[in-house]
């Protein structure tokens, strides 16, 4: 139970709904235990008179109809009570739900990238999803039916042991029983159900992999060994199901099995009793008969419950591994601050701890407010990592990263975000319309603003070309953009935001080379005044910008301006006289 006291602040939040469900609770239960004792007076009214003790015909009539009315009456106040007693306490049982969902999203907000390298993100919705419905079972569930069955346990008890003490014993003994059979049966189930969710997402990932990569199948040619892989997949899946539908059905009959014990033993123990005279009136019995077929429910739940409470427990560990977890990248400024754009690298170091590899030795470089650097090296040598650190996406291993003048982790993190556009190798796309897209970079963009975007991107004529505009939708349930396409919407999305620092991470390498000169030009009208790094694998990218770096393996091996770098031997040079010769 340590795992889910986390739990208890929510708790705390709906005290008040919870305490009122608990009082319904216990209201409803009581209402619901007249009905026995209304059964055993009808039944000795009814005794009483064909035992002559009683004879006028119109007191025994009346009195039967007196209780059928109290019996009607109980029956109903239970059922709207039972009603408000699941309104409030399953209600409850929602809201923390809602609320943990919205605490673990947050958390997932605020943990850095590593986080998601370290974990899957089948783990991550498992925990979202999965793991909190189990706990609210708890929140739910599992606490109504242990306040349902302790009442009706307590106040069933009371009566039962005012009636007949012995009979009382002999009604309850088998009742631990059953609640430990439905306790293995539970884990049983439980077990078993999660190794039929396990396949259940197997073939779901199996099916949407296969379905992402249908081209690769057909164009392979490996229709019949995928269809194979799915049915030994499927067929695995089914004996699981197959195995778990074969424990859930004893559920029931087991259920049903001590039921009967427990009748058959009230109706001897109180049949002998009543013979010899220790118990007074037939009435008792059928009495007896109705509480051991009220209690058989909420003492199965017992093991039911247990259950649940273990498995969430185990759940909510899960979510709180997870929830406290400190993010690694910290904000450590509170205040906000304007941020210009200068920046500077001094003797950088830094290590991917997940793969060990250093992917920056030393770099030291300075890129002034305005200005805009190019960073060029051959694949793998470090340069996504640069951005990657001036995003902070990562903190440096060593050295000094400095913007405007100050330690980047003594930036306010939101500030420093807010002014850094930013365009990735893999432009990512949402299942929205390309309008939505754009407006990603900045929330209350205008149309005008986002055909401006558009054009400077070079993308507005593809745009304007498809049936829809800007509303067409993209992804899975909309059209598919070409990688070039993708690249341009991106940088659109970017240029939407008007940051003081841009940051191209070879958003070019999918547009041909004339593309790629007009939206250098375009974007030498909208970078003006900000800081830009383009970094780029063409030389045609790189030689406008104010200052080159070249980078090999993490380290700068080069640094100049165009004109400078062809005029020096090295892999600058190199680059421009291929790239050159293959555009004759
Ligand atoms: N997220 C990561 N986790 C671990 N190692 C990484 C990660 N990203 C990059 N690396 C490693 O760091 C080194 C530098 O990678 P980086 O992506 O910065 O190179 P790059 O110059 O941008 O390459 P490319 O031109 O192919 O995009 C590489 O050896 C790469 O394998």
Request: glycine content about 6%.
């Amino acid at each position: 139970m340590k795992e889910l006291q986390h739990l208890n602040k929510y708790f705390l939040k709906y005290k008040s709904r919870l305490l009122f469900g608990i009082l319904i609770t216990i209201i409803a239960r009581i209402f619901l235990l007249f009905t026995p004792q209304l059964i055993r007076k009808s039944i000795n009214v009814v005794d009483d008179y064909r035992n002559g003790l009683v004879t006028d015909m119109t007191i025994v009539k009346t009195e039967l109809f007196e209780n059928i009315l109290y019996i009607i009456g109980a029956a109903l106040v239970a059922g709207v009570f039972t009603f408000l007693m699941r309104q409030t306490i399953i209600n409850v049982s929602r809201f923390i739900e809602f609320d943990l969902k919205n605490e673990i999203y947050q958390q997932y907000q605020k943990l850095s990238l590593n986080f998601y390298k370290k974990n899957r993100t089948g783990d991550l919705m498992n925990r979202i999803s999965e793991d909190v419905g189990r706990v609210r079972m708890y929140a739910g569930p599992a606490i109504m039916y242990s306040i349902n069955t302790f009442t009706l346990f307590v106040i069933a008890l009371i009566y039962m042991y005012n009636q007949a003490p012995k009979l009382t014993l002999y009604t309850v003994l088998p009742l631990p029983i059953l609640s430990i059979a439905i306790y293995k049966l539970s884990k049983e189930i439980h077990k078993r159900s999660t190794i039929v969710q396990e396949y259940l997402s197997k073939l779901s990932t199996f099916t949407q992999e296969s379905f992402s990569g249908v081209s690769i199948i057909k164009a392979y040619g490996i229709e019949s060994q995928t269809s194979a892989n799915f049915d030994s997949l499927s067929t695995a899946s089914k004996e699981k199901q197959l195995s778990l539908v074969r424990v859930q059905a004893l559920f029931f009959p087991m259920m049903v099995l001590l039921i009967g014990l427990s009748n058959l033993l009230v109706i001897y123990v109180g049949g002998m009793q009543y013979i010899n005279g220790e118990i007074e009136s037939l009435g008792t019995i059928a009495e007896f008969i109705i509480y051991v077929n009220m209690l058989t429910w909420p003492v199965a739940t017992v093991g039911w419950v247990t259950s649940i409470i273990q498995t969430a427990e185990a759940s909510q560990k899960r979510i709180n591994d997870f929830l406290k977890l400190v993010p690694e990248i910290k904000n450590n400024s509170e205040a906000p601050s304007v941020i210009e754009g200068h920046i500077a690298f001094k003797n950088v170091s830094f290590t991917y701890d997940d793969t060990n590899i250093e992917a920056l030795k030393g770099v030291s470089f300075t890129v002034n407010q305005g200005e805009t650097l190019a960073i060029i090296g051959k694949t793998g040598s470090g340069k996504s990592t640069i951005l990657d650190l001036i995003g902070r996406l990562y903190d440096i291993s060593s050295g000094q990263l400095f913007v405007d003048h100050k330690a980047i982790d003594q930036i306010n993190l939101k500030s420093l975000r807010d002014s850094i556009g930013y365009v990735p190798q893999d432009a990512f796309l949402f299942s929205d319309t390309i309008n939505n897209n754009i407006k990603f970079g900045k929330e209350d963009a205008t149309n005008d603003e986002v055909i401006q975007a558009a054009k400077y991107a070079q993308v507005h004529d593809n745009i304007i070309g498809f049936n829809q505009g800007y509303n067409t939708v993209l992804g899975e349930r909309g059209i598919t953009l070409s990688g070039g396409q993708k690249q341009r919407v991106s940088i659109a999305r970017a240029i939407i935001k008007a940051p003081q620092i841009l940051l191209f991470d070879d958003c070019l390498s999918a547009v041909d080379t004339e593309t790629e000169e007009k939206i250098l030009n375009n974007l030498k009208k909208v970078t003006k005044g900000k800081t830009t790094i383009i970094v780029s694998h063409r030389v045609s990218s790189a030689k406008n910008a104010n200052k080159i770096i070249v980078l090999d393996d993490g380290k700068i091996v080069q640094h100049g301006t165009h004109e400078s770098l062809i005029q020096n031997p090295g892999y600058y040079k190199d680059l421009y006289l291929k790239q050159s010769s293959e555009k004759v």
